[in-house]
């Protein structure tokens, strides 16, 4: 992992690293590597999405939200949900593939839903900030 391309937020027991593996920037995009991992008392987790294409504008408009609204989604390129930040109430819970119409009744994807800390979302905004963007 080239920690110069990498967002790394962490808070208290839990840490998510966005890194990116390749570029386009013909059509302004990166290819994701995504990890999440949650240590409390006797029990741990750790998620890996090993790739997702997304543009530079949903990066752009994930982070704006992340910062104003209760729900700040991470789109790939297809327009479908890989990560989402969402209050409810005084809660942050980062929904990994929230639900999408589109799709497939079959689909092998992940679904979780863990409850952050409550700094988790103001940790992983600046990471995101502090990270040398070259769009």
Not at 29 to 44: C, M
Not at 64 to 85: A, F, M
Request: hydrophobic residues 40%; negative net charge; aromatic residues 12%.
């Amino acid at each position: 992992m080239n920690k110069a391309l990498c967002i790394e937020a962490e808070y208290q027991h839990q840490k998510l690293v966005i890194e990116f593996m390749e570029f386009e920037d013909r059509i302004g995009s990166a290819n994701l590597r995504l990890e999440f991992k949650s240590n409390a008392v006797n029990q741990q987790l750790t998620y890996i999405r090993s790739a997702s294409w997304v543009a530079y504008k949903a990066i752009d408009q994930f982070v704006k939200l992340l910062g104003k609204s209760n729900l700040s989604t991470l789109n790939n390129l297809s327009g479908c949900p890989i990560l989402e930040i969402q209050k409810v109430k005084n809660d942050y819970w980062l929904n990994i593939n929230p639900h999408d119409e589109r799709e497939s009744l079959v689909a092998e994807e992940m679904k979780l839903s863990i409850l952050l800390g409550p700094l988790f979302p103001q940790k992983l905004y600046e990471a995101i900030n502090e990270f040398p963007k070259w769009w």
